[in-house]
């Protein structure tokens, strides 16, 4: 599924085409992906204005005039394509807008989003209830301030008897952190996997919470990380996949200490470790 890099390397690529500019037609493929789509949609959104895009969590908000946002969520093998002309249909794209600084057809663009598992989803809902969305109102701080994130570890990591690599993932603790980063940012911590978070305050949690944002920020440097799905918007793959350290790594060497890289299964999914250098 993509993560903060992923969806915040989509977002920089939306903005160079959409801000500012007016949605002039919009196609719907199908009713639903993961849930039903809005009523209506494209008929909803044609003729609007772009006034903003951001990003909370792995979550993309396109601010249209009017107090609307409308949310993309591109689920585990959704894919945004941008394209300078026309694009014929492919299967599984299920959703395009044309974009344009104007109403003529002349340099328009086009927004594809590609999701052959159809674990996506589209929404468009008024901005007066955007506290109250079901999957933006209990999402977790954003984990890309030292400082901030820092603090929050500190806060959070007291009296829970979890372990840290479930922590990380829960998206009501810290929004936007999957099982790929989760990965990476305890390896350069040098923190185990199964470490009980409440033995993580004073220095362990500051050393983890800088590893949460240089490994974040390196990923969104180099675009993301393609492994199976992942592209970015010019069709390019994200290059993190170069420096991962311990991800999908089980029986290569540690890139620090050449100790044979582990894996084990942690509430499903898997979680890859150093047993020399993490503990």
């Not at 044309?98 to 008024?126: A, E, K, M």
């Not at 362990?204 to 675009?223: C, H, P, T, Y």
Request: charged fraction near 20%.
């Amino acid at each position: 599924m993509p993560e903060l890099p992923e969806v915040e390397t989509v977002l920089s690529a939306l903005k160079t085409v959409m801000l500012g500019q007016i949605i002039k037609t919009a196609f719907v493929g199908r009713k639903d992906l993961r849930w039903p789509l809005p009523k209506n949609l494209a008929y909803r959104i044609e003729g609007r204005f772009v006034e903003g895009l951001e990003r909370r969590g792995k979550y993309i908000l396109i601010r249209l005039e009017g107090e609307e946002f409308l949310l993309i969520h591109l689920g585990m093998s959704g894919s945004i394509r941008i394209h300078e002309s026309q694009p014929s249909p492919q299967k599984h794209d299920h959703f395009m807008m044309t974009i344009s600084s104007s109403r003529s057809d002349y340099g328009s663009r086009f927004v594809v989003l590609h999701d052959p598992r159809r674990f996506g989803w589209i929404d468009l809902f008024s901005e007066a209830e955007l506290p109250t969305h079901s999957l933006l109102s209990r999402l977790g701080p954003e984990p890309l301030d030292f400082s901030s994130l820092s603090n929050h570890f500190q806060h959070i990591f007291r009296g829970r008897t979890g372990t840290i690599k479930n922590i990380l993932m829960d998206q009501k603790i810290i929004a936007g952190i999957g099982n790929i980063y989760a990965n990476e940012s305890l390896f350069h911590a040098k923190i185990s996997p199964r470490r009980k978070t409440a033995n993580l305050i004073g220095s362990r949690a500051e050393r983890l919470a800088f590893s949460v944002v240089k490994v974040l920020n390196n990923a969104i440097e180099d675009g993301g990380t393609s492994l199976r799905d992942h592209v970015q918007p010019n069709g390019e793959l994200g290059y993190f996949s170069q420096r991962l350290s311990v991800y999908g790594r089980t029986g290569l060497p540690c890139v620090s200490c050449q100790t044979m890289i582990k894996s084990l299964t942690q509430s499903g999914r898997s979680s890859f470790y150093c047993p020399s250098c993490q503990r």
